[in-house]
């Protein structure tokens, strides 16, 4: 694969540049100046395109009309964002993180992969097949500034459009391997909790009340234990990986491989050798963090008080409401007579799934086998991505990818993109954009 073309590697640095960190108010000027940035760019290849106002940062909203008959050609909406994380320590930086520097085939910058780098790839597209006036689709372009800080107003935008798309390309994230692409089509919800135990009104001496009063650890363990492991009853309409996702599957790294990469322990017996239907398609409970008594000096009390945080993703398929009752009846069940539970649920979120059988999805893999020589594979992702359930919503087929590498650095220092896969990218979007004149007919 050739090198990119240095007029694309000046046009994106200059939004590389751009140090829009959604997360300090200092940049919120930068952040602004990168989607005004995005605007230009989509406005010089033909389309409209302004920043619309948010209760936080702006999105940028767009379109580029199809070269012909755009009334009757398909939609395809475009999202990705312009926000990116903070350097963090520059010490740790091999090249400056907001001077783009291009170094052992990749090129070096805050927001090179995510996401900069990745939607530059769609936009250089679509704007050169306008350029050339064969763009057979119209190009919606829905893309926010902050992402990174959990914002929800692109959820909330796609909620409220009345228009809506064909099908929707999301280029945010890496490929499985370095010589292989993927498609994400599917996220797990999330459902988060506190959860806080009383048993009496003060902590109690444990050689005079153990064994005969209740201790409000020992409560809390009770109604964890109910629900991780995951019970049948939370497992409830998860949805099961296609044929063509089981084969996709199994070209991916072994699960004890993986654990192992990251010096992680397998959970039981059957954990490795699951590894990834476990991930990606079934819900999981993770209690992430316990507080009460007094773990680091000796104090024989029998506490009155503990805490925890525990989330639960949830699988395709499942609803993230029902789901989210049933763990609370079921947790509050096991409470010990005479404990006293509290919850407090500080998240909700659905899971989002696309069947690989969608045309827009079966357009999108033939497009990127004859540009990228392969069949993507086809995957879910264990995290949860809002916007993607928002689209399944509005019964948008989306296809979630990209073409950073693993070890990219997203979110570290020396945030990293491979050179050779700019043009592949921008090949791979071309010829998606081109497939998908043929939803036109479907």
């Known amino acids: 694969m050739p090198l990119p073309d240095p007029a694309w590697m000046d046009e994106l640095g200059e939004w590389l540049r751009i140090p829009s960190v959604s ?4 940049h919120a000027a930068d952040v602004r100046a990168a989607g005004e940035w995005l605007c230009r760019f989509v406005r010089d290849a033909g389309g409209t395109c302004e920043l619309v106002e948010t209760d936080r940062q702006p ?9 012909s008959d755009a009334a ?50 769609l936009l250089k597209a679509a704007r050169l097949l306008a350029d050339e006036g064969r763009l057979p689709v119209n190009v919606r372009i829905a893309c926010d500034g902050e992402e990174e800080i959990g914002g929800d107003s692109i959820v909330k935008w796609i909620a409220a459009d009345e228009r809506g798309a064909d099908a929707c390309l999301i280029f945010d994230g890496d490929m499985p391997s ?28 444990s050689g005079i009340f153990g064994g005969g009063a209740l201790n409000a650890l020992d409560a809390l363990l009770a109604c964890l234990a109910a629900v ?48 990834w239907l476990r991930t990606l398609a079934q819900p999981s409970v993770t209690i992430n963090g316990i507080r009460g008594g007094e773990p680091d000096l000796v104090k024989t009390v029998l506490p009155v008080e503990a805490h925890a945080n525990v989330s639960m993703r949830l699988a395709p398929g499942q609803d993230a409401a029902a789901m989210a009752d049933a763990f609370e009846r079921i947790l ?28 827009a ?13 392969h069949e993507p594979l086809l995957l879910r992702t264990g995290g949860s991505l809002p916007i993607v359930p928002a689209l399944a919503a509005k019964g ?29 990218g921008v090949a791979a979007a071309r010829e998606t954009f081109l497939g998908l004149a043929a939803l036109r007919g479907a």
């Open 23 to 26: 997360a300090d108010a200092a």
């Open 59 to 67: 999105l940028a909203i767009g379109e580029i009309p199809a070269s």
């Open 72 to 121: 009757a050609a398909p939609t395809v909406l475009v999202y990705g964002h312009f926000d990116v994380q903070p350097a963090g320590d520059l010490s740790l930086w091999d090249s400056p993180p907001y001077e783009p520097t291009e170094r052992d085939g990749h090129l070096f910058a805050r927001g090179a992969a995510d996401d900069k780098g990745n939607l530059y790839l």
């Open 178 to 205: 370095p010589d292989r692409v993927g498609f994400h089509l599917a996220t797990r919800g999330l459902a988060y909790w506190h959860v806080s135990v009383r048993t009496g009104e003060r902590d109690l001496h």
């Open 228 to 275: 991780s492991p995951v019970p049948s009853e939370l497992r409830a309409g998860a949805a099961p990986p296609t044929e063509l996702e089981r084969t996709s599957w199994a070209q991916l790294d072994p699960g004890a491989e993986v654990l192992a990469r990251d010096a992680a322990r397998p959970a039981d017996a059957e954990a490795a050798r699951d590894f």
């Open 332 to 359: 509050r069940a096991a409470a010990p007579v005479g404990a006293d539970v509290e919850l407090t649920r500080l998240a909700l979120g659905e899971p989002g799934l696309f069947s690989p059988d969608a045309p």
């Open 361 to 373: 999805i079966r357009l999108t893999r033939e497009a990127f086998a004859r540009a990228c020589g």
């Open 396 to 424: 948008i087929d989306t296809v979630v990818t990209g073409f950073a590498t693993p070890g990219h650095n997203m979110h570290s220092p020396n945030e990293r993109f491979p050179l050779e896969h700019l043009p592949l």
